[in-house]
């Protein structure tokens, strides 16, 4: 088994989050989404990510059943859509979730978007955790001024904040404020959804390292202590994208790194409508 499917960072709340874990977006397609996420297992990923929007909960729940790993050994995030960020639709959400699992409980639950009722949205994921049904909570393409506003009205602090983070958009401010009040980094779209493939600096060092350009993402944010969740639908690629324990970018290739054109490829969580 690859040793760095192992490696663990640490939540503000003292638990433990992998370090790498496998996402899911876009994985609807049953047979594909089964090959994908069992491949994953095999190959000793302890961390899945999804979203009540992706649609995919039954079809995860299936993939660990068949896959004969315990539940308990797994690290599972879901995320509460924003159609119910209204508190009660929120409690709700939360229930959907367990029972699509088929768990009792979620390691980790987020908001997904900073909609208007992020706050109300946010206590229901406190009460969640004092129930037992969430272990930790934290949120989702939350700028700083999200961040500052939930910090001045929170009673739990979120864990983590999972944003668009790859090379072509490094989000600095938003990882610097996370990183000075104790809120883990998680990249989303970390190979760029694909994209890594057109960009000139990372061809190069994708050369120089005898690696692909989805490695060498990878490898950038995993270095920079980020949590890192590679989607793919092609188990080989699934597997590929684990192999970035066998060579370390020096301060210049990521200075080379800092030099990428920025570019959104999500949308902007200041000017979203959905
Ligand atoms: N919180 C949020 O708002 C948010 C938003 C977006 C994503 N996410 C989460 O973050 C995860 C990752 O982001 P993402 O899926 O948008 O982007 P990503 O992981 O950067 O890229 C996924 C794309 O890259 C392709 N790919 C994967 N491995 C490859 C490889 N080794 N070589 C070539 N192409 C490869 C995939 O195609 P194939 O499937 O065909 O291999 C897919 O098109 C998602 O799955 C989801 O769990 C969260």
Redesign the pocket.
């Known amino acids: 088994m690859n040793k760095i499917l192992n490696k663990t960072l640490k939540f503000n709340n003292g638990l433990e989050i992998p370090q790498i874990g496998l996402?899911?977006?876009?994985?609807v397609d049953e047979q594909e989404t089964l090959a994908?996420i069992k491949a994953a297992l095999k190959a000793g990923y302890k961390h899945i990510?999804?979203?009540s929007i992706?649609n995919n909960h039954k079809i995860i729940a299936q993939a660990i059943k068949e896959s004969g790993v315990e539940r308990k050994t797994l690290f599972i995030t879901s995320?509460v859509w924003n159609s119910h960020s209204k508190y009660e639709q929120a409690k709700q959400a939360i229930d959907e979730i367990l029972k699509e699992l088929e768990i009792d409980y979620i390691d980790l639950l987020?908001i997904?978007?900073p909609t208007e009722d992020r706050l109300e949205c946010w206590k229901a994921l406190e009460e969640a955790l004092d129930q037992g049904k969430v272990k930790s909570i934290g949120v989702?393409?939350f700028q700083v001024h999200h961040l500052k506003e939930l910090l001045e009205n929170c009673r739990v602090k979120p864990v983590i904040n999972?944003?668009?983070l790859?090379p072509a958009l490094q989000n600095l401010e938003v990882v610097k404020f996370c990183q000075a009040n104790d809120i883990l980094v998680e990249s989303?779209?970390?190979?760029?959804?694909?994209k890594?493939?057109e960009v000139d600096e990372l061809k190069l060092l994708a050369k120089k390292y005898n690696k692909?350009e989805?490695?060498i993402?990878l490898r950038w944010a995993l270095q920079l202590g980020y949590i890192i969740?590679?989607?793919?639908?092609?188990p080989v690629?699934v597997i590929?994208?684990i192999q970035i324990e066998d060579f370390e970018l020096t301060n210049e290739d990521i200075q080379l790194i800092g030099t990428i054109k920025q570019q959104r490829v999500?949308p902007d969580p200041d000017n979203f409508d959905f």
């Open positions: 996402g899911t977006y876009e994985l994908s990510d999804t979203a992706y995320k987020l997904h978007w989702s393409n999972q944003i668009e790859h989303w779209g970390t190979m760029i959804r694909g890594c493939f692909s989805a490695q993402c969740i590679p989607k793919s639908s092609k690629r590929d994208n999500g």
